[in-house]
């Protein structure tokens, strides 16, 4: 059984930083996703198992996603925070074969996911 257990629960101040963790790793693709509050889900950033990166527009040049294989952990480093980056933040894993991109727009297609820790970001 697939277990994702993020860490990295914060608060901090427009323009701070943070950083999530996942124990999990491996897969051919894992992604973290966000919740705000009243709305859906939004695929913030994935990676592939060849470690191609992809990331939504908004977060682009201030997020950062890796994994580290030996550790087997997920990681997503977030910069230059805004208030409209609160959300509750989800790791997920995909088994499948589809474009691992493409899962950002698609977090149904998710196979697994962890129960989310939340960011709060004050202005």
């Given at each position: 059984?697939?277990?994702l257990?993020?860490?990295?629960?914060g608060?901090?101040?427009?323009?701070?930083?943070?950083?999530?963790?996942?124990?999990?790793?491996?897969?051919?693709?894992?992604?973290?996703?966000?919740?705000?509050?009243?709305?859906?889900?939004?695929?913030?950033?994935?990676?592939?198992?060849?470690?191609?990166?992809?990331?939504?527009?908004?977060?682009?040049?201030r997020?950062?996603?890796?994994?580290?294989?030996?550790?087997?952990?997920?990681?997503?480093?977030?910069?230059?925070?805004?208030?409209?980056?609160?959300a509750?933040?989800?790791?997920?894993?995909?088994?499948?074969?589809?474009?691992?991109?493409?899962?950002?727009g698609?977090p149904d297609?998710?196979?697994?996911?962890?129960?989310?820790?939340?960011?709060?970001?004050?202005?």
């Amino acid at each position: 059984q697939v277990h994702l257990v993020e860490s990295g629960p914060g608060s901090v101040q427009a323009g701070g930083s943070l950083r999530l963790s996942c124990a999990a790793s491996g897969y051919p693709c894992m992604a973290w996703f966000r919740q705000a509050p009243g709305k859906g889900f939004e695929g913030v950033a994935a990676i592939a198992y060849d470690a191609t990166m992809s990331y939504a527009d908004s977060v682009k040049g201030r997020f950062t996603i890796s994994k580290d294989n030996a550790e087997n952990t997920l990681y997503l480093q977030m910069n230059s925070l805004k208030p409209e980056d609160t959300a509750m933040y989800y790791c997920a894993a995909y088994f499948g074969d589809w474009w691992c991109p493409l899962l950002l727009g698609n977090p149904d297609a998710m196979d697994y996911w962890g129960k989310g820790t939340l960011v709060t970001i004050s202005s």
